[in-house]
């Protein structure tokens, strides 16, 4: 069978499907992901730029190299299709939570209800002294490192290299993956732990696996049931209308 049709078939009669999000499903709203082709870590070195010791020892320096730019291209970018695909899903009652490994803040933009951010979110920006929160959008860049009315100097909110996951992210994550019977995974290099055993723990507890990604991955030949090579707006779009013409 198809596999599109077949997985839209497993979304349509299952009890609670979920969704894994990376990198991958921003690509077609502007943002570069971090591997492969045309990404962001062939331009600059993570070690030097997206690591938590470089930016405590050098704030100026990751804010000029790295941050200024990013918050540019985020505050630039739109929910694309893979993201409207996801929010049809759940207008039709067949989709659930989304954990995202993204920090672009495009899937509560696009409208979905519940969103788990793994890696915080770069919306915000957090006062490493005082820990007040402020809006990016409202960030003064005028002077690099930006700062905070008490003195502290802002970072952003989201999980740097060598920094934790918030545990509450991963203890729901887990505990979702563990009980879903559908997990949908899209726009990920499934390379990245923790969140790369989200998937794993899913399959393990019976779960049927919906790979979205144009490249295979080390799931796609060992833990997805079903591979959907291509790009996430035209097979999350194409995936939700099929869903649809099942379920009406
Ligand atoms: P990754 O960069 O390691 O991998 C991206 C994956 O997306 C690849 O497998 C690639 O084949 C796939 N891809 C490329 N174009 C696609 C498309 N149009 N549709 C679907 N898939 C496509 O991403 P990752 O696995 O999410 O891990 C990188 C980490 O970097 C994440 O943890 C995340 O926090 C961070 N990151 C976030 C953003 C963002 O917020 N948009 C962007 C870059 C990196």
């Avoid at 959008?137 to 996951?165: K, Q």
């Avoid at 990245?192 to 779960?207: D, E, F, L, R, T």
Wanted: with cysteine.
């Amino acid at each position: 069978m198809d596999p599109l049709l077949r997985s839209a078939e497993a979304i349509a009669s299952a009890h609670s499907v979920i969704a894994l999000t990376g990198a991958g499903i921003s690509v077609e709203s502007g943002i570069p992901p971090f591997r492969g082709a045309g990404s962001l870590w062939e331009k600059i070195d993570p070690m030097e730029f997206a690591h938590i010791g470089s930016f405590l020892k050098n704030p100026e320096k990751v804010w000029k190299g790295f941050l200024v730019g990013m918050k540019d291209m985020l505050d630039k970018a739109r929910p694309n299709d893979g993201h409207m695909g996801l929010v049809a899903l759940e207008n039709l009652g067949r989709l659930g939570t989304i954990i995202t490994q993204n920090i672009d803040g495009l899937h509560q933009l696009a409208g979905s209800g519940d969103v788990i951010e793994f890696h915080g979110n770069f919306a915000w920006q957090r006062c490493m002294d005082c820990d007040g929160l402020v809006p990016s959008s409202g960030l003064d860049l005028s002077s690099l490192p930006p700062r905070c009315a008490c003195g502290g100097i802002y970072r952003p909110d989201c999980v740097f290299f060598g920094e934790m996951i918030p545990e509450e992210s991963l203890a729901r994550s887990r505990s979702l993956a563990s009980s879903c019977d559908v997990m949908i995974v899209v726009g990920t290099s499934a390379v990245v732990q923790p969140a790369a055993m989200i998937p794993v723990i899913a399959k393990n507890s019976g779960a049927f696996i919906i790979e979205v990604n144009p490249e295979p991955t080390p799931l796609s030949h060992s833990i997805s049931d079903r591979f959907l090579q291509g790009k996430a707006g035209h097979v999350l779009k194409t995936l939700a209308e099929t869903v649809k013409g099942l379920i009406v």
